[in-house]
T-cell receptor, first 115, second 111 residues
Framework: EAGVAQSPRYKIIEKRQSVAFWCNPISGHATLYWYQQILGQGPKLLIQFQNNGVVDDSQLPKDRFSAERLKGVDSTLKIQPAKLEDSAVYLC?????????????FGPGTRLTVL | DAKTTQPPSMDCAEGRAANLPCNHSTISGNEYVYWYRQIHSQGPQYIIHGLKNNETNEMASLIITEDRKSSTLILPHATLRDTAVYYCIVRVANAGNMLTFGGGTRLMVKP
């Protein structure tokens, strides 16, 4: 079974530029999550989708971050414009559903460096 | 959310059992205990989870105390490749079921 795919793996941009990350979840997984992991800290949830609907985006800085999952499969996370403090690893995860028995599986992440 | 407390770091000799403790004294009856680990530069990897009973899989064993206020993850024969940060997470049983990661335990397996 293929895992969660993310691209790109690495991205370097200058502040005020825009950037987008892509995630393809495990086939059949209805729930998709985006996490931000700052160096030295645990991952923090940014947004959660159930199919193509948003379940929780309370931690998403909506003035600069946006995410979509239009067809309920792939998802993109965008930052516009980027700030220095957005330097982090962006992790995508997926699960069958939202039951506490549904395990979340993570992708390898995209490491973003904002200069 | 039930919060967890883990020691920031632990060492273990290669080939020996690694026992990683986690305190979750405010856990509710319908909340699961999950363990993930994160090896350097990789995404978190699922290890095991449990509700009340002890659990075992090919990677590890999870021992949950009878009062559910603490648990221990056991890696029976630690190898150098088990060096990672280990996160104990209480899975909140609401509509989102998000994972709230704490600081975790940095396990160093030494030859």
């Amino acid at each position: 079974e293929a895992g969660v795919a993310q691209s790109p793996r690495y991205k370097i941009i200058e502040k005020r530029q825009s950037v987008a990350f892509w995630c393809n979840p495990i086939s059949g997984h209805a729930t998709l999550y985006w996490y931000q992991q700052i160096l030295g800290q645990g991952p923090k949830l940014l947004i959660q989708f159930q199919n193509n609907g948003v379940v929780d985006d309370s931690q998403l800085p909506k003035d600069r971050f946006s995410a979509e999952r239009l067809k309920g499969v792939d998802s993109t996370l965008k930052i516009q414009p980027a700030k220095l403090e957005d330097s982090a690893v962006y992790l995508c995860a997926s699960s069958l559903g939202t039951s506490p028995r549904d395990t979340q599986y993570f992708g390898p992440g995209t490491r973003l460096t904002v200069l | 959310d039930a919060k967890t407390t883990q020691p920031p770091s632990m060492d273990c000799a290669e080939g020996r059992a690694a026992n990683l403790p986690c305190n979750h004294s405010t856990i509710s009856g319908n909340e699961y205990v999950y363990w993930y680990r994160q090896i350097h530069s990789q995404g978190p990897q699922y290890i095991i989870h449990g509700l009340k009973n002890n659990e075992t899989n090919e990677m590890a064993s999870l021992i949950i105390t009878e009062d559910r206020k603490s648990s221990t993850l056991i890696l029976p024969h630690a190898t150098l490749r088990d060096t990672a940060v280990y996160y104990c997470i209480v899975r909140v049983a609401n509509a989102g079921n998000m994972l709230t990661f704490g600081g975790g335990t940095r396990l160093m397996v030494k030859p």
